[in-house]
């Protein structure tokens, strides 16, 4: 049997050779292929993983809750823009904070020879008017008072208590529940009003606490924001205004004021903390 030359084999079928070549070149193409698929599946899951990774933090930010704000906060920064500490209708006088020196009230007479700040008084009237309207004839039973006149029915409450058995120190302290010391009094501002019904007054009650069950004071408690008032000795509030509950004795703070205050349910001493507190920020 001849023996079979490769090369010539190689050289002389052109087709064979031309056949290996393209097996070759597609050999190498396949190999190519395989090496960008692996390569693009790579990539792929790389920017897949990404994406994952980008779904949850957006997820985790959304779900996470903001820091709450505190309940002092929240009053801060919803405090009317206008509350000013120096609004004279904001002026604070309690059993601590004593009248100022120089203050001169600007009185009017009205009712029952009551006076009371001459700005207050088409308040005071709309609001009278706006009760008889709605079935309750009001009694001004005291507005303004002077320091003088303030110490006279401290005194004299003092006296009273003494001759029912008590000892000085006990009948003042009793006296502080109601009765404010000289120089202490809301009364001497203009700004309060001791308000019943002419019904009770006409029983020979005067004020007392037993007033809240009445449907006037009820209909006063309702309706003071809209002329500028509020309870000024709220019930649950003794520790903080140093006067136990008051249902008779309203003090005109100016309507944006006076909504807030009854909306947040605050005695005028909060009402001013917060207006402190925002200031003391504002200038840090």
């Not at 004279?88 to 009371?116: G, M």
């Not at 509950?245 to 005695?267: D, K, N, S, T």
Request: hydrophobic fraction near 35%; glycine fraction near 4%; charged fraction near 30%.
């Amino acid at each position: 049997m001849d023996c079979v030359n490769i090369e010539d084999m190689w050289n002389n079928h052109g087709g064979l050779r031309m056949k290996l070549i393209q097996l070759l070149f597609s050999f190498v193409l396949l190999l190519s292929a395989c090496s960008v698929t692996q390569e693009e599946t790579a990539n792929e899951a790389d920017e897949a993983v990404e994406v994952t990774e980008e779904a949850k933090e957006t997820e985790t930010k959304e779900t996470e809750k903001p820091e709450e704000m505190s309940k002092e906060e929240q009053m801060i920064q919803s405090l009317p823009e206008s509350a000013n500490l120096n609004d004279w209708n904001l002026i604070l006088v309690n059993p601590w904070e004593a009248l100022p020196e120089d203050f001169t009230p600007n009185l009017v007479e009205v009712d029952n020879e009551q006076r009371i700040d001459a700005r207050i008084e088409d308040a005071w009237y709309n609001w009278k008017q706006a009760a008889l309207e709605a079935g309750h004839r009001l009694f001004f039973a005291s507005g303004y008072r002077s320091i003088d006149l303030q110490e006279a029915n401290f005194n004299r409450t003092v006296e009273e208590n003494m001759q029912a058995g008590m000892t000085e120190e006990e009948a003042t302290d009793k006296a502080k529940e109601y009765l404010t010391e000289p120089g202490h009094s809301e009364h001497h501002t203009g700004l309060a009003l001791d308000i019943v019904d002419e019904e009770w007054i006409v029983a020979g009650k005067g004020l007392i606490p037993e007033y809240a069950t009445q449907a006037s004071q009820q209909w006063l408690a309702e309706t003071m924001q809209d002329y500028g008032f509020i309870l000024r000795y709220p019930e649950g509030k003794e520790e903080i205004t140093g006067i136990q509950y008051e249902p008779w004795h309203f003090r005109y703070v100016g309507e944006e004021h006076a909504r807030f205050i009854v909306e947040h349910e605050l005695a005028l001493e909060e009402y001013i903390e917060f207006i402190v507190l925002r200031d003391e920020r504002t200038d840090e």
